[in-house]
């Protein structure tokens, strides 16, 4: 559902779809994804690969991890805004440093990334993970709690990720 309704053909998510009539329908101006949205649906398609071992999902995951990195991404001091540039309704681009109820974007992305650099065996994964965790490292070292879910990325990042093969006939 996600894949044929939310997720355009330019590889960025739509925020939210509506029920028409006999199937789903968009409204004429959606509202594009923000860093969260793409962050967790990343993180769904991984698990959705590490389920199935279907191909599939992991290129949909990194293919947005891309289209995250390319909208949202800060070059100068690493991690991720919670919106685009050059969005004319937002005034302030902030990135949150506080995973509450719900996990930051930055700390949600970390975690992707780790996996996606073990996966792919692509360092550049790797350097943004490494990139991300250096932009929060004050708020960590201060106060270490406002960050669980990124702290949960680092031991990831740093003790790597620990694979196990099950050989035999997908159907035994």
Known sequence: ?????????????????????????????????????YAFVIRGFLDLHMALQDEHWLQLAYNLQKKMDSLFWDE??????QSPAGDPHIMIRLKEDQDGAEPTSSSVAVENLVRLGALLDDATCMEKARKTLSAFKDR??????????MLCGFMMYNH???EVSVAGRRNS
């Open 76 to 81: 100068t001091e690493g991690a991720y805004y």
């Open 1 to 37: 559902f996600l894949e044929k309704y939310l997720y355009t053909s330019e590889g960025t998510l739509i925020r939210s779809i509506y029920k028409g009539p006999d199937h789903p329908i968009q409204i004429s101006e959606p509202v594009h994804g923000f860093a969260d949205d």
């Open 160 to 162: 790597g990720l620990t």
């Open 140 to 149: 960590i070292d201060k106060i270490p709690v406002a960050l669980t879910e």
